[in-house]
């Protein structure tokens, strides 16, 4: 771990990093061939001393191309979005207890919880697979770029049952009763009609299979939510209930008062 006054990282610990940590870690595999050392355009990985140091050592600096991270860099595709989720995890629990605030003292110990969870082994892997470095394949991440992934759209009609050129539209959260049971009322209508109607029947089967499954998952989500509330509550009377008891009366000037 190193620490800097301004709460970044700079040249210095980037050098001593790669001096204590880089180096002597990878060195015995390297076998004293050159190795190689992959690393993003941020300024301070790439200093005069930096560049010395790893020509001094056979090690080859390979830059990733700028505004390319989020792709290529192994943490910033995966680790480091398993390690907010596991952070946050940890901080919202804390909310629902009624701790709702999060200083320097319980930064670290939330914080090394996170990282026990998401800094495994099997997660870092991933991230360089996710990555195409390794195992070696381009393709993964060229594909991605070459065929960017569709907007985001987002419907905000309620109408769950309405019909347009007679295909019903996919339920949204949340889902009324009313809209399923009118779904439930086209496949029964469907299911004694003469027309070869398959296809449309099965859309709607699906449609109110998916209604259920968010239905169900809501569910749950408000009973976790409501346990959580539960065990904050309970905290909270507890300490209501808990009253201070004094054991020595003050002197005059106030001395001798221990409370417990």
């Not at 859309?203 to 065990?231: F, H, M, P, W």
Request: net charge positive; aromatic share 8%; hydrophobic share 35%.
């Amino acid at each position: 771990y190193a620490l800097s006054k301004i709460g970044y990282n700079h040249s210095f610990i980037s050098l001593e990093w790669i001096k204590q940590v880089f180096d002597p870690q990878t060195k015995a595999r390297a076998n004293r061939k050159p190795w190689i050392l992959i690393y993003d355009s941020f300024g301070t990985h790439k200093t005069l001393e930096i560049i010395e140091f790893c020509l001094e050592n056979n090690i080859i600096l390979y830059r990733l191309p700028s505004h390319t991270s989020h792709k290529t860099q192994p943490c910033n595709v995966l680790v480091f979005g398993l390690l907010k989720t596991a952070y946050r995890d940890k901080v919202e629990r804390r909310y629902h207890r009624g701790l709702t605030n999060v200083n320097k003292e319980h930064f670290t110990a939330i914080y090394s919880r996170a990282r026990e969870r998401a800094m495994t082994k099997k997660n870092i892997l991933a991230g360089w697979a996710k990555t195409g470095l390794f195992p070696y394949n381009p393709p993964r991440v060229l594909r991605d770029i070459v065929k960017p992934d569709a907007p985001l759209t987002i419907s905000i009609s309620h109408d769950v049952g309405s019909t347009q050129n007679g295909v019903t539209r996919t339920p949204v959260t949340p889902v009324p009763s009313e809209a399923v049971a009118q779904l439930l009322s086209l496949i029964k209508q469907d299911s004694h009609s003469d027309k070869p109607i398959e296809l449309r029947r099965h859309r709607l089967t699906q449609k109110l299979a998916n209604a259920a499954e968010r239905s169900i998952a809501q569910q749950a989500l408000d009973q976790n939510y409501i346990g959580l509330l539960k065990t904050a509550n309970k905290e909270a009377k507890t300490r209501r209930n808990t009253k201070s008891d004094i054991l020595k009366k003050p002197g005059k000037n106030g001395e001798g008062r221990v409370m417990r």
